[in-house]
């Protein structure tokens, strides 16, 4: 046998379903073996600490062209750095085609945008806007073949919405090809509706957003998109679900036996609408879709992710900028909450956010964080064995834990191109101190050492999610 490349020693290895303590052998990318290992060309002793596999974000938006004049802040390096600073190795952003356009154009003009960017592996998710007969019978199941085996729809924006028709005949494709389908699930007329009922009120302000899409929105959206695939039986995944609402749908649906799956965020556990209703235009910060709830939709979420009804822990990284032009303030200092940008920024803070108020706390276990942050994504969408779990065979894609030292989270010590983060003063326990991919150190001690341009695009396999709830 050659001699390995590194051996990671006295690891206390947890994957989504066991813990042990031993050596980590890498060659050429890959774990090797596990076990009591010989000697190998380069050592890392992880002296018994927490060792997890490299964090799956099955969902974050990186340089995603706007259509409101925004700039997203992040690109794939500076995201991918901080994705990886965070103990993520793989990230799963959005090719996203325009209406009356191509989805191959949107993909190939993703794949310029991203070309010698990346730290780390990634993989595109496709959002179809525009289901023609030549997407759906052509370009589509060619995409799938290709490789790109999950995409998002939309039930709101104007840009980006279908109707139910469109959604039908969408997840048929789905269906008949394989492909998981992600949706953004809100009702557009009610918010349409409400929007403009808050504006005559006079009732604009960053706070007024989450007035403008209640839980009834998502409800009833999350509803009808699992009656949608029920009808042409197929398997869907409820994104960023925001609180009891539409979680008790998702759960009634997996309790039907209903190949439905969940995901849920950091922003919907840490935050609520109150954070929206910062004084001035603070709470512009916070505005995403959905909002955030209430603290009673905290513990909800708590729970879902506790029992299995979400298979995904994302972060949605949305970067805007809080100052200047481009971001939150692409309307005015002080535009209306229907012309702020969606989105929170958290690429970086998912894993040390869920590790230290989940684990730590003792919310969930560490196989559930695991497979929560990287084997559900994995299996969702195409990605595992390769990616997700630490197996023989598997990238050596690895986090090593300090869980020993409290800090207060600022935005300072953050690596993405936001000037904020809605978690700031935050109290946490947990942070990856040492961050390897295929093999190769990318960050260590917060410190990104690896060359944009290194990280794998990765085609995708069709998606594995089990039958039941839980992974
Ligand atoms: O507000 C959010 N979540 N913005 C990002 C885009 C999306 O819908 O995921
Ligand atoms: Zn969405
Ligand atoms: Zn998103």
Known sequence: MTELDTVVRNANVVTATDSYTADIGIRDGRIEAIGTIGEAATEFDAGGRLVTPGGVDGHCHLDQPMDDGSVMADDFTSGSISAACGGTTTIIPFACQEKGKSLREAVEDYHRRSEGKSVIDYAFHLIVTDPTPNVLGQELPALIKDGYTHFKIYMTYDALKLNDRQILDTLNLAG?????????????????????????????????????????????????????????????????????????????????????????????????????????????????????????????????????????????????????????????????????????????????????????????????????????????????????????????????????????????????????????????????????????????????????????FLRSAPPNPPRSGSI
């Open 176 to 456: 008949r090809e394989g492909a998981m389908t992600m949706i953004h699930a809100e009702n557009d007329d009610c918010i349409a509706w409400l929007t403009e009922a808050l504006e005559t009120a006079g009732k604009t302000a960053p706070e007024f957003h989450a007035a403008s899409r209640p839980p009834v929105v998502e409800r009833e959206a999350t509803h009808r998109a699992i009656s949608l695939a029920e009808l042409m039986d197929v398997p869907v995944l409820i994104v960023h679900v925001s609180g009891n609402e539409a979680m008790t749908q998702i759960q009634q649906a997996q309790a039907r036996g209903l190949r439905i799956y969940g995901e849920t965020c950091p922003q919907y556990l840490f935050l609520t609408a109150d954070d929206l209703a910062a004084p001035g235009f603070e709470g512009a910060k916070c505005v995403c879709s959905p909002p955030p709830r209430t603290a009673e939709d905290q513990e909800h979420i708590w729970r879902g992710l506790q029992t299995g009804v979400f298979q995904i822990f994302s972060s949605d990284h949305a970067p805007f900028a809080f100052d200047g032009v481009e971001g939150k303030r692409v309307a005015g200092a002080g535009a209306k909450f229907r012309d702020i940008p969606n989105g929170v920024p958290g690429i970086e803070t998912r894993l040390p956010l869920l590790m230290s108020e989940g684990v730590l706390k003792g919310r969930i276990d560490c196989h559930k964080f695991v497979s929560l942050t990287a084997t559900g994504p994995a299996k969702m969408y195409g990605l595992f064995p390769r990616k997700g779990t630490i197996a023989p065979g598997s990238d050596a894609d690895l986090v090593i834990w300090d869980t020993e030292t409290e800090f207060t989270l600022t935005n300072e010590r953050l690596h993405h191109n936001v000037d904020y983060t809605p978690y700031e003063g935050m109290k946490l326990r947990a942070w990856p101190s040492t961050v390897f991919s295929r093999g190769v150190i990318v960050a260590d001690q917060s410190q990104c050492s690896a060359e944009p341009g290194r990280g794998l």
